[in-house]
């Protein structure tokens, strides 16, 4: 009952971690012993002794690797967090969407997805925010219904047209489900940090676009593909260039790293659209760079985007901008350099676009480096280990697509 | 299509409509029962499926029940363009499931989802009371739970299971919104 337990544990730790809330120190103690064991049991389902499963569930390998990467992001930002910041309601929120997004991996089916994408999203939605609840669950909504669509069209006939169709509505589920333009949710600045649609697009849309990419896929056929690919690639391109331009000239420092998400999307995006292996390596490349560097790195700069500290520019924020511009040896560069591999070989002018986005990227860099202020103590440790998990993901990227079978 | 198929069909409807015209809880809840009503009829050649969504949906709508303004809050003033948006719902999921598609299962099965998808993503969309956002999002996950039912694949029992759970579950989360703590 391996896949049973990597789901049912990081539920149990979310529940604990919830009802022992008064008492953080417990709470964190029990939510984080619950969590680890659960991604124990995630890493051991790579062995076939530990597949069997009562339900009949099973975790493919790309999800089950970046769930692995969601479940380590999750234990440096409760462990790391700046001192304000509520680290117990991050764990059980964490886990809570751990469990979550292990079921969406786990799932048979689009239609599956979609009902735990609805129970997931109205979960989220209903954590203590400033936005209304209906207001957060606009998008995830959206990307129920189009998922309903997406698979009734699936049986709908023989004709192209349904196939066509279907593969319309899944891709733009996909990109509603990750909160990703054209359906970017409300964001305050002063949102909590579980609660805030960047939590969802940075936290929990990796694992959750990977698992449905997994499950939409197979069910494409010959007529789907080529307009699931084009979509994917369209919409890519859209994410990259407003994610570009938004975080250089948006106004206010939340708003530019929450389109500096959809920068790093639209690469992701593009990579699972061309449908080749260098674009899927670069994808999950990207996907797990987004929950190791920019997600953690954006919760430690919160203290100075909520105008509790004061932004610096000084040698390690020259550093973090090289990292989040993309520089060798950090993530990025191989994520680039495998997406225009990979564009190149399906069709060379994607290639000029990408370029030409990569290009205008290295201007927020700066900008973003400079928010996460001059980090001290836990959130110095965690700069430090973000940087580390950069520089491992752009010169050892093997490491991380073994662990996602590609 | 029997009798029983298109009362069925009109039943659903009408609770989508319901759900779709209404701004407080009586209204919100009548709309997902008569929602899930319609749909366990139309599923009657799949007495699981058809128990366990209608059952999930009676639930879910008896617990929207219990917060939420109390009223019927139906047709408020300006609830025009929404009456609206009921009658082309209906018309055009009754074209789309009985002309266009040939499945997954019979006609009026396809009809009572579509209602479903559109009428409850067409509120999601547009409200800003979370009663209602509960209610749609539980519609969606019932419709979600049918279509698994019909499209007959290996996993269907699991996901008209899941569906039904996660419309309870739905049905639990309060309709007061929660005051943020912390940043």
Same mark, same amino acid.
């Not at chain 1, 967090?81 to 991996?105: I, K, N, S």
């Not at chain 1, 890519?236 to 389109?259: F, P």
């Not at chain 2, 929207?64 to 109390?70: C, M, T, V």
């Given at each position: ?406 | ?61 008896? *617990?929207?029940? !219990?917060?939420?303004?109390? !009223? ?10 929404? *009456? ?39 509120? *999601? ?44 579950? *739905? ?9 943020? !703590?912390?940043?």
């Amino acid at each position: 009952m391996g896949p049973e337990l990597a789901l049912g544990l990081p539920a149990a730790g979310a529940v604990l971690a919830a009802v022992l809330r008064r008492r953080p120190a417990l709470a964190l103690l029990c939510g984080g012993l619950l969590g680890l064991a659960g991604a124990l049991m995630m890493a051991l389902l790579a062995y076939p002794a530990a597949q069997a499963s009562l339900l009949g569930l099973s975790l493919p390998a790309a999800p089950r690797g970046l769930l692995l990467v969601s479940a380590l992001a999750l234990g440096l930002v409760v462990a790391l967090a700046p001192p304000q910041a509520d680290r117990v309601g991050l764990l059980a929120a964490g886990l809570a969407g751990l469990a979550g997004l292990a079921a969406v991996a786990a799932a048979p089916d689009v239609l599956a997805v979609g009902v735990v994408v609805a129970l997931l999203a109205a979960g989220h939605a209903a954590l203590p925010g400033r936005l209304p609840f209906p207001t957060r669950m606009r998008a995830p909504g959206l990307a129920v219904a189009l998922l309903l669509a997406g698979a009734l069209l699936q049986h709908a006939g023989d004709a192209p047209v349904f196939a066509r169709l279907s593969a319309l509505a899944l891709v733009l589920a996909l990109v509603a489900a990750a909160g990703l333009v054209p359906f970017l949710p409300e964001l305050d600045p002063a949102e909590p940090a579980s609660a805030s649609p960047v939590a969802w697009t940075g936290f929990f849309g990796p694992a959750l676009a990977v698992a449905l990419v997994a499950r939409i896929q197979p069910g494409l056929g010959n007529d789907g593909a080529p307009v699931y690919g084009a979509l994917l690639v369209g919409l890519g391109v859209l994410n990259l260039a407003w994610g570009t331009l938004g975080a250089w000239l948006g106004e206010g420092d939340v708003a530019a790293w929450r389109y500096s998400f959809l920068a790093d999307w639209g690469l992701a995006l593009v990579g699972l659209g061309v449908l080749v292996p260098d674009g899927q390596a670069a994808a999950y490349l990207v996907l797990a760079s987004v929950l190791l560097v920019r997600f953690p790195l954006y919760l430690w700069a919160r203290p100075v985007l909520l105008g509790r500290a004061q932004p610096a520019m000084g040698p390690s924020n020259v550093l973090l901008a090289a990292a989040l511009a993309g520089a060798a040896p950090f993530a990025g560069f191989s994520v680039r350099v495998l997406l225009l591999r990979a564009a190149t070989e399906v069709y060379w002018p994607l290639a000029l676009v990408l370029g030409l986005g990569m290009l205008v990227w290295l201007a927020h860099s700066f900008r973003l480096a400079r928010t996460l202020g001059a980090p001290r103590g836990r959130a110095a440790v965690g700069v430090v280990l973000a940087l580390g998990f950069s520089v491992l993901l752009g010169v050892a990227p093997a490491t991380f697509l073994t662990l996602g079978g590609l | 299509m029997t009798v029983l198929a298109i009362a069925a069909v009109v039943i659903a409807w009408l609770g989508g409509a319901f759900l779709v015209l209404s701004d407080a809880r009586r209204g919100v809840a009548l709309g997902v029962a008569l929602y899930a009503i319609g749909l366990a009829a139309t599923l009657y050649n799949i007495p699981p499926a058809a128990l366990a969504l209608g059952l999930a949906g009676l639930g879910a709508a008896a *617990l929207r029940l !219990r917060d939420g303004p109390p !009223r019927w809050g139906t047709l408020p003033p300006g609830s025009t363009p929404r *009456l609206l948006l009921c009658v082309v719902s209906g018309v055009l999921a009754a074209f789309a499931g009985a002309s266009i598609l040939a499945g997954p299962g019979p006609a009026p099965v396809r009809i009572v989802i579509l209602l479903g998808g559109a009428m409850g993503a067409a509120r *999601l969309l547009s409200t800003l009371r979370r009663e209602a956002a509960l209610a749609s999002t539980t519609v969606m996950t019932l419709a979600l739970g049918a279509a698994a039912a019909v499209a007959g694949d290996r996993a269907a029992p699991t996901v008209v299971a899941a569906a039904a759970l996660a419309a309870v579950l *739905l049905g639990v989360l309060p309709a007061a919104e929660t005051k943020a !703590r912390g940043a």
